[in-house]
Each structure stands twice: as C-alpha cells, then as structure tokens.
C-alpha cells in the first residue's frame, strides 16, 4: 500500500523537519502544524516523487521550506523582549502585564530532537539568541542561511529547493551572514549543558533560588546579565537590575520555590515551582545562557503553550 511505502521512506526524517521549521517559524506549535501541512503535501505528491531528481529527505526539506514560506507571509516576526525596547532602569517598577498582541519567541525543547548525537551538533545553531536573531531575516534570507549554514546543503541544493539560481542564494546567504554579524557562534563558544562547570554553577543558582538569597545569586551573574520575561515587554540588564527584580519578586510570590533541570534550545533549563497551599505550582520556564562560567542571560517563559510543549507536570508535592 502507498501508505506503508510513505511511512517507511519519511517517517524518520519527521523529528528533523520538525527543528527545520522551528527555526523558520520560532514556535514549536507553529512547526508542528507545518510538519503535519509538509506531509500531507508529500503524501499527496507520493506517487509523482522521483528518486532520480532528489533524495526522500532533500525532496521533503523542498516542501517543508516552501510549506513556512508560504506560512511566514504576511505575518509578523517572533522577538524576545529585549528586540522591542531598551531594558528598564532596576529602580523603577512596572507591572508584569503581559503583551498578548505580540507573537513572542518560543523555546524548544531538547527532548524533541531525535538522537543524543543530533543535540550536541546541533546545540550552537539552535541557541536561542541566534534563534530571534534568524526571525528577523526576511524569510527567504533566513531559509538560504538555513539551508546552506546549518544544514550544509550547497549552492546549487539550496537553489532547486527554493526555485531559483546559486547566483541568488549565494547573494541572499551574504546578506543573511551579514545580518547575523555578531550573533552567530561556534560549537566551541556553547557551554554544554552536562558540562561539569556548569552542573556546578546551576546547582549554586538553584540553592540561591530556592532560598531567596539574591546576594549569592547575583554573584553567579556575568556583569551585563540580562532578564527576560515574555510576553512581559519589559527587561532588565546588568547584576543590579537583575538582582533588584529578584528581591520584587520574593517579595511578592514569597520564598517557597522548587527548581528542577531541564534542557531548551541545547541550553540549560529551569523549571520554577511555587509553593501554594501545600504543593508546588508551575510557575516559569528559565532558558539560561552560561558564557565564562557565569549565567549572561535568563529569558523566563510564562505560556502556557511552552509548558505544555515541554511536558511539564503542573504540580509537585509540597515539602
């Protein structure tokens, strides 16, 4: 039957679309739609597919790329809060209010990859500030840099999966590297989330977490550390600030934290929990990123949809 010749050819390239179209679309709800759009396309086309004009997986990558092209139309692009404004003063206090109208950048969870191999190598290219700063690429700009950058496909691949010439994608990936100038990294420059000089500094920023000790905390910060919170617009960058939001914060959630590790975008993770009447209640998702020993930045996601994405159980049992 041609479904069971179409499971068996594509099914294991599903994981990897899945990666291919978050970094296009930076939502993992959105690629998940754009997988399942992608192999509808193909299985529809399966009886025309030709072996001898592309390999299963360039074939499929040519409909998943064209499928969030199509997709990315007119829509507006995914930013971090600190790509809209400038960071707050530490001294002032907002409200944490929420941006709803914005389509803020979501994490991905490492869980989702699809072999322990394909996370190490693909650790430094889905690092989530490299992950906003593709969002604002055009998107064909961004598809050239992703193809040819990171999926290491060559001139003349890029150009038949995006119909046109190696002339023009070699233009678009000049201005896409060009775009990126300072944002993109080696694999070298990626703290390995099981590196043990990390483990040790995660363990130091839990204990200072779970006791609300914002003195040590701060000490584990590089000096402009940054704190995100989307779809809070608001940031804050530098120790004094972040430390200054941190002792806010107990103020008013309290002292009764939980933290447990995870990893997100090949970075290390924490899930917050909040003690409430008795339990521990899923209160944030912290994406950390770690340079020189130090934590430089903490974007901290709210949604609902990225906890779920993540698995994330809404409860612990209290002390």
């Not at 294991?12 to 396309?41: F, I, N, P, W």
């Not at 290491?152 to 590297?177: G, Y």
């Amino acid at each position: 039957m041609i479904d069971d010749d179409f499971e068996s050819a594509v099914g294991a390239y599903r994981k990897e679309l899945l990666v291919h179209c978050y970094r296009m679309l930076g939502s993992v709800h959105e690629a998940e739609d754009l997988v399942q759009e992608t192999m509808l396309r193909a299985w529809r086309a399966w009886d025309r597919y030709d072996e001898r004009r592309a390999s299963v997986r360039t074939w499929l990558y040519k409909i998943a790329t064209n499928a969030c092209l199509t997709a990315l139309k007119g829509r507006a692009r995914r930013p971090l809060p600190s790509m809209v404004g400038g960071p707050e003063p530490g001294e002032a206090e907002f409200p944490l209010a929420p941006a709803l109208d914005v389509p803020w950048l979501q994490p991905f969870p490492d869980a989702l990859l699809d072999d322990p191999a394909s996370r190490v190598a693909r650790r430094g290219s889905l690092r989530l500030a490299l992950i906003a700063a593709m969002q604002v690429l055009p998107p064909k700009q961004r598809a050239v840099l992703i193809l040819r950058d990171v999926l290491e496909f060559s001139a003349a691949e890029t150009a038949e999966l995006l119909e046109t010439s190696a002339a023009a994608v070699n233009s678009a990936l000049q201005r896409a590297r060009a775009g990126l100038s300072g944002v993109a990294v080696t694999e070298e420059e990626v703290a390995e989330p099981d590196d043990a000089a990390v483990n040790d500094l995660l363990d130091r920023y839990v204990r200072s977490f779970e006791t609300a000790d914002v003195g040590a905390l701060v000490t584990l910060l590089t000096d402009d550390a940054a704190l995100e919170m989307p779809p809070v617009p608001h940031w804050y960058r530098g120790r004094h600030s972040y430390g200054l939001f941190m002792v806010r914060l107990f103020e008013w959630r309290g002292t009764g934290w939980r933290m447990v590790r995870t990893t997100a975008n090949g970075q290390p993770a924490l899930v917050a929990y909040l003690l409430s009447d008795g339990v521990y209640r899923l209160h944030t998702l912290q994406v950390l990123t770690v340079e020189g020993g130090r934590v430089a930045r903490n974007v901290v996601f709210t949604d609902a949809r990225v906890f779920s994405a993540f698995g994330l159980a809404p409860t612990l049992p209290g002390p």
